[in-house]
């Protein structure tokens, strides 16, 4: 079954770090786009960066720039959001999913990972 498995969330204190981890099981993850999303406590879900199929290109939610950073690895079939200076407001679920091209709407995605929570609090 295709699917995508995400870790690396947990409980940091605000300006601390987390990598989240994003790898395809079922499918060949270098073929689709991946973005990552997150869902805050009574919030819509919302588009936080994207890095492209080919090339590798970054996209990011402004809220974000300069702190977080979206790559992937090939080799490894696995893709990763690295993200710094962590605020209270980036409290969430995050979750990755796999699609065609970067696009903000989440129903442009084929697949969706199961989410991992992320807790900035001191």
């Known amino acids: 079954q295709a699917q995508l498995v995400e870790s690396g969330g947990g409980l940091v204190q605000p300006g601390g770090s987390l990598r989240l981890s994003c790898a395809a099981s079922g499918f060949t993850l270098d073929y689709f786009a991946v973005g990552w999303f997150r869902r805050a406590p009574g919030k819509e879900r919302e588009a936080v960066s994207c890095v492209s199929r080919i090339g590798g290109s970054t996209n990011y939610v402004d809220s974000v720039k300069g702190r977080f950073t979206a790559s992937r690895d090939n080799a490894k079939h696995t893709a990763y959001l690295q993200m710094n200076s962590l605020k209270s407001e980036d409290t969430a679920v995050y979750y990755c999913?796999?699609?065609?091209?970067?696009?903000?709407?989440?129903?442009?995605?084929?697949?969706w990972g199961q989410g991992t929570p992320v807790t900035v609090s001191s």
């Open positions: 999913a796999a699609g065609v091209d970067c696009n903000n709407w989440y129903g442009s995605y084929d697949y």
